[in-house]
């Protein structure tokens, strides 16, 4: 079974500029999310989709981010504009109702400067 | 959401056995509770899930007392490849987890 798919896996960015990742889940998983984890910290939750609907984005800075999920497949996650505390990597995680557990990709580091 | 609390840091050595303990007082009836182990540069890994009493698979085993209200993570015969960071999550399979600061394991030879 193919993984959960990212890229880029790196990316520098000026403050300011804008920035997009790309997420393929695991063929079939209905649930997609999004995660932020910052260097020593533990991920944080951005935003998860239930097929190509959103079920929470509450901790999704919506002044500056944004994702979306079309046809319920792919993903992507976009910065609109970039600040320094941005910088960290993004992980995106795919799961299917009644399979415990997540599978999540490599993720994509991102560094402001 | 139930909160769940664990160890910063821990250190062992080759061939040990590793017991990390989290605590999650407020798990909810329909909780489950799951374990991560996490790389340095990769996402986090599903390491083992129960709900009650042992699950035991060819990594690792849980056990959760009668009341739910912590759990166990036993690592066998641990070697230098273990070394990680692992996060204790309680939550249902239908919704969202969220991760902690989780437990650092550091095995030296």
């Not at chain 1, 393929?24 to 989709?49: R, V």
Request: aromatic share 12%; hydrophobic share 35%.
């Amino acid at each position: 079974e193919a993984g959960v798919a990212q890229s880029p896996r790196y990316k520098i960015i000026e403050k300011r500029q804008s920035v997009a990742f790309w997420c393929n889940p695991i063929s079939g998983h209905a649930t997609l999310y999004w995660y932020q984890q910052i260097l020593g910290q533990g991920p944080k939750l951005l935003i998860q989709f239930q097929n190509n609907g959103v079920v929470d984005d509450s901790q999704l800075p919506k002044d500056r981010f944004s994702a979306e999920r079309l046809k319920g497949v792919d993903s992507t996650l976009k910065i609109q504009p970039a600040k320094l505390e941005d910088s960290a990597v993004y992980l995106c995680a795919s799961s299917s109702q009644g399979i415990y557990g997540y599978t999540f990709g490599s993720g994509t580091r991102l560094t402001v400067v | 959401l139930a909160k769940t609390t664990q160890p910063i840091s821990m250190d062992s050595y080759e061939g040990q056995e590793v017991n990390i303990t989290c605590s999650h007082n407020n798990i909810a009836t329909n909780d489950y509770i799951t374990w991560y182990q996490q790389f340095p540069s990769q996402g986090p890994r599903f390491i083992i899930q129960g709900y009650k009493t042992k699950v035991t698979n060819e990594v690792a085993s849980l056990f959760i007392p009668a009341d739910r209200k912590s759990s166990t993570l036993s690592l066998p015969r641990v070697s230098l490849s273990d070394t990680a960071v692992y996060y204790c999550l309680v939550g249902d399979n239908f919704n969202k987890f969220y991760f902690g600061s989780g437990t650092k394991l550091n095995v030296k030879p």
